[in-house]
């Protein structure tokens, strides 16, 4: 009988399983934290309980019908996927979109970064009990709703964009009306930053939780406000401009605490960064037509994109065979690169009960990056490829596209000169 | 430092009114740009089709029954459409408007959000036929 007692003395481990139906996020994830006493000693996830098959959807239907249906993958950036999947469409039909139309494209992902980062300021402040920051920063994320509906026609999923340019023009009236909604929004937010960075309640909860230094961060593939606020110089706006970015340049936030509470001040420093952006963008709009003509059939090829979403790099990979419909639509969304932050490194040596700030701290989306995975048997020819090997071939397939050749020049030789 | 943190917000909101709109009392009206129920001028129509092929909802027929005299029947459904206003764009004839009308819509049942547009006789001889035709 005595076997069955639990020795005090000696150190026992348990698994607490969270979820998919859980109290801490509104999604469905499953997580099995080990604990020990209370400190979480090991941490898995697992996801795909929301997996819808966007990716086989999109190969059925028209590359119009396509972009509406890849908006829809995710309900907070979904003009960062229309924009990410419509860039490839268009790169491949060999379209250039008017430059009018680039920078109302840059703004309309400049409002939504401001309603995203709104909301999981609110949730992130839910998760750690501060429910009086999460219905004040939701009231105020109202006036970025109102500012899409007044602009684009619709509160969520608001399709400003259209094979070849956008739908909607930003005349000097609503200029107007989106400067002074935005300076009353820079007020709140000046006062959310305070308290992120005073109050004693919520920097107990947040300065020294889920720290991660700049080498791990890197090492484990972040990316978005999670890796920049550990110092990671990683933004696709300032690496690599796309629509709007390469005529008027964003600044990148950076912070190099790496816990919880830097990942509050870059995501609300990006926040006046992008009001700043939207104000002085809004002063010299270039004039001109809005959208070109797209054709119905796009010639064969392959082409990637990526996009820089609220929560980190959006990619977008789209295969064309020469007819109506895309042959293949991939997509790779910011939250699967991030989940791996928390399972192997930010989540060991906490309590129990800072999981759920920790889980929220990477802003996680959970239908967006349900993706279908095929493993291929060994009879099929599956082959293990190393870091280094996969980054290989990536150099040598891009010289390729680019047209030279860099096959007698080691990778170590070009990271030098870099 | 600082105890107060959101406690002045928490405070000064007990002198001020409610952020929420009291909604049926006080109906706020749809902005301009709203993408609202979808119109049909079948006066501007020429039956190409455009508007149907590229709906990503796949919600918007057409059926022709005299192209030369403009009488067409426009079948929408405003519970399946996305409003993303693709058919407005697609439309080289200006028969279509996404209207702020109708943004409150409901109804008890699903044959409530089809809508017709067309002549009253062909809506009905339309409706007749597809009662007729056996439901798999």
Redesign the interface.
């Known amino acids: 009988m005595t076997d069955n007692l639990i020795d005090s003395n000696k150190s026992q481990k348990y698994i607490v399983p969270i979820g998919p139906q859980h109290p801490a996020l509104k999604e469905p994830g499953h997580f099995e934290f080990t604990v020990e006493g209370e400190i979480v000693v090991d941490a898995s996830i697992r996801l795909g309980y929301v997996h819808r098959g966007v990716e086989k959807a999109a190969e059925s239907?028209?590359w119009?019908?396509v972009?509406?249906?890849v908006e829809?993958v995710c309900g907070i950036c979904s003009h960062a996927h229309g924009t990410a999947f419509i860039q490839n469409a268009e790169a491949l039909a060999g379209i250039e979109i008017p430059p009018r139309a680039k920078v109302i494209r840059a703004i309309a992902g400049e409002i939504e970064r401001l309603h995203s980062h709104l909301l999981w300021l609110g949730v992130a402040a839910h998760e750690g009990g501060?429910d009086?920051?999460f219905m004040?920063s939701w009231?105020d994320r109202?006036i970025v709703m109102d500012i899409l509906?007044?602009?684009?026609?619709?509160r969520v999923?608001y399709?400003v964009n259209?094979p070849g340019g956008v739908?909607?023009d930003i005349t000097p009236e609503f200029a107007e009306q989106l400067r002074i909604k935005l300076d009353f929004l820079e007020k709140r937010l000046k006062?959310y930053l305070?308290?992120v960075n005073?109050?004693?309640?919520?920097?107990a909860r947040t300065v020294n939780i889920g720290t991660l230094g700049k080498e791990e961060m890197t090492r484990l593939g972040a990316t978005g406000p999670t890796a920049r606020s550990a110092g990671i110089t990683r933004d696709i706006r300032v690496d690599r401009p796309y629509s709007g970015f390469d005529i008027y340049p964003i600044n990148m936030i950076l912070d190099d605490h790496g816990d919880l509470n830097a990942r509050f001040v870059v995501r609300l420093k990006e926040c006046f960064e992008s009001i700043r952006y939207i104000r002085d963008v809004l002063e010299k709009i270039p004039e001109g037509e809005l959208s070109v003509k797209f054709p119905r059939k796009i010639p064969a090829g392959e082409s990637m994109s990526s996009v820089e979403a609220p929560r980190g790099e959006l990619f977008y990979f789209v295969r064309s065979n020469g007819t109506e419909n895309p042959d293949r639509v991939k997509v790779r969304t910011a939250s699967l690169c991030n989940w791996g932050t928390i399972v192997s490194a930010v989540a060991k040596g906490h309590k129990l009960a800072d999981m759920p700030m920790i889980l929220a701290g990477i802003d996680p989306c959970f239908s967006c990056n349900d993706r279908m995975v095929n493993i291929v048997g060994k009879e099929k020819n599956a082959q293990l490829w190393t870091w280094e090997q996969l980054r290989k071939y990536g150099i040598n397939y891009h010289a390729m596209q680019e047209g030279f050749n860099v096959s007698d020049c080691g990778i170590e030789q070009l990271r030098e000169e870099k | 430092?600082?105890?107060?943190?959101?406690?002045q917000?928490?405070l000064s909101s007990m002198f001020k009114k409610t952020?929420t709109i009291s909604y049926p009392l006080k109906p706020s009206p749809p902005?301009?740009?709203?993408?609202g129920r979808l119109d049909y001028n079948a006066a501007k129509c020429t039956g190409c089709m455009m508007c149907t092929?590229?709906?990503?909802a796949e919600t918007i027929q057409i059926k022709v029954i005299d192209r030369k005299t403009k009488q067409f029947v426009m079948t929408y459904n405003i519970g399946e459409c996305?409003?993303?206003?693709?058919c407005v764009?697609n439309c080289k004839f200006d028969a279509l408007h996404?209207t702020n009308l109708m943004w409150e819509s409901a109804s008890d049942s699903k044959e409530g959000f089809q809508l017709y547009f067309g002549k009253k006789e062909h809506i009905d001889s339309l409706l007749k036929q597809k009662n007729e035709e056996p439901t798999a």
């Open positions: 239907r028209t119009t019908q972009l509406y249906l829809r501060f009086a920051m004040y009231r109202e509906e007044n602009f684009f026609g619709n999923n399709s259209i739908k909607e006062h305070d308290v005073d109050d004693v309640t919520f920097r | 430092m600082k105890l107060i943190g959101m406690i917000d928490v952020a902005p301009e740009r709203y993408h092929r590229d709906c990503p996305v409003y993303c206003k693709q764009f996404m």
